[in-house]
């Protein structure tokens, strides 16, 4: 009888994601397909400041999330009071007519509040977006660079007798 595995044995689990052994298999792909080797701690510290990043744009959109949902709240708030103010000005001996014209006050400015707030609110959303944006592309243009600086030779440049003026300047 073949022996079962525990799936909730943390130790196969540490096996599974173990940084180390992840880092062996890029090598031993990099090398298969003739890539540049690239030091496994660059590329580490690049990946723990991407996670950073993304933390950050996550931050940035919940306090944004928070910051939508109290303006929501206010918002409400606001034209309940309204409401309630209207209709303690109603009286029900006026004129129907009168009353029918002060509730149809009533409604507009309720109604160009509301749209004032979701105007708000909208460009509140925008303005969330375009700071998660900004920071997530900063953080990858930074590592395209980074990128370009692993991948990149210790020497920058060509070996000698390899096509090499020898004079440091371009053949180009």
């Known amino acids: 009888m073949a022996e079962q595995s525990n799936p909730f044995d943390v130790s196969e689990l540490m096996y599974l994601f173990d940084p180390n052994r992840y880092m062996e298999q890029v090598r031993r792909l990099m090398q298969q397909y003739g890539l540049p080797s690239m030091d496994p701690q660059v590329l580490m510290e690049a990946q723990r ?17 928070e910051a939508l949902m109290r303006h929501q709240a206010d918002l409400m708030r606001e034209v309940f009071e309204e409401m309630n103010r209207s209709a303690g000005q109603l009286s029900a001996d006026e004129d129907p007519a009168q ?43 930074d590592s395209l660079q980074e990128l370009r600086g ?23």
């Open 49 to 65: 400041r991407n996670m950073e990043a993304v933390v950050a744009a996550n931050r940035t959109l919940l306090e944004g999330t």
């Open 99 to 141: 009353r029918a014209a002060r509730q149809m006050d009533m409604v507009g400015r309720i109604y160009d509040h509301l749209s004032g707030h979701l105007r708000e609110a909208s460009q509140q959303v925008l303005r969330t977006q375009e700071a998660t944006m900004t920071q997530l592309d900063a953080r990858f243009r």
């Open 150 to 172: 692993m991948s990149a030779s210790p020497g920058e440049g060509k070996p000698a007798g390899k096509g090499s003026t020898g004079s440091g300047a371009s053949p180009d």
